[in-house]
């Protein structure tokens, strides 16, 4: 079946502008995380979503991120006034639940800002 | 001390060798463990959990030493195929989602 998938693959902005990173989860999962994985440096954990309830926000860096996921299934990773030190690979994973089940990842967005 | 930690290698090795790698973690009330496998600009996978009475998955091995708080990977008769980095991951709690990532440690099997 569909893995999870996100968009773009790849992004390049300018230093300052606002992107968006969009990430489709398998179909049925419930739990979506957000990760960021900077060259050399493991994987850094974001947001996570489960189901309808409110997220978990402890991980965004900084408030110039934001996160939102509609209808439980699609979700936006937003970066407002982007800088050098944003960019990094965007990695999105879902899960039929939270907790111990396996994560699926993406294949990621590559941003760099320049 | 971090949260997990492992030696970033790279760890080079002939096909058919054994290798292992080590993890440590830092909180000791960390329930469940993992292994994933990421190969050179994809996402990870995961590659097995680890159970407290250590698992075996082929050439795979995974240990837990709870007391010392370190899990370990045993790959036999490694292939070319092994070739990728493996990142050892600590659920912190009970009931906690959230995975904690070690930087991985880089494989190279060489023909």
């Known amino acids: 079946g569909a893995g999870v998938s996100q968009s773009p693959s790849n992004k390049v902005t300018e230093k300052g502008k606002d992107v968006e990173l969009r990430c489709d989860p398998i179909s049925g999962h419930t739990a979506l995380y957000w990760y960021r994985q900077s060259l050399g440096q493991g994987l850094e954990f974001l947001i996570y979503f489960q189901g309808n309830s409110a997220p978990d926000k402890s991980g965004l860096p900084s408030d110039r991120f934001s996160a939102e996921r509609t209808g439980g299934s699609v979700s936006t990773l937003t970066i407002q006034r982007t800088q050098q030190e944003d960019s990094a690979v965007y990695l999105c994973?879902?899960?039929?639940?939270?907790?111990?089940?396996?994560?699926?990842f993406g294949p990621g967005t590559r941003l760099t800002v320049t | 001390r971090k949260e997990v930690e492992q030696d970033p290698g790279p760890f080079n090795v002939p096909e058919g060798a054994t290798v292992a790698f080590n993890c440590t973690y830092s909180n000791s009330a960390s329930q469940s463990f993992f292994w994933y496998r990421q190969d050179c600009r994809k996402e990870p996978k995961l590659l097995m959990s680890v159970y407290s009475s250590g698992n075996e998955d082929g050439r795979f091995t995974a240990q837990l030493n709870r007391a010392s708080q370190y899990i370990s990977l045993l790959i036999r008769d490694s292939k070319l195929s092994d070739s990728a980095t493996y990142l050892c991951?600590?659920?912190?709690?009970?009931?906690?989602?959230?995975?904690?990532f070690g930087k991985g440690t880089k494989l190279s099997v060489i023909p």
């Open positions: 994973a879902s899960s039929i639940s939270g907790g111990i089940y396996e994560q699926y």
């Open positions: 991951v600590v659920v912190p709690g009970a009931g906690s989602y959230q995975l904690t």
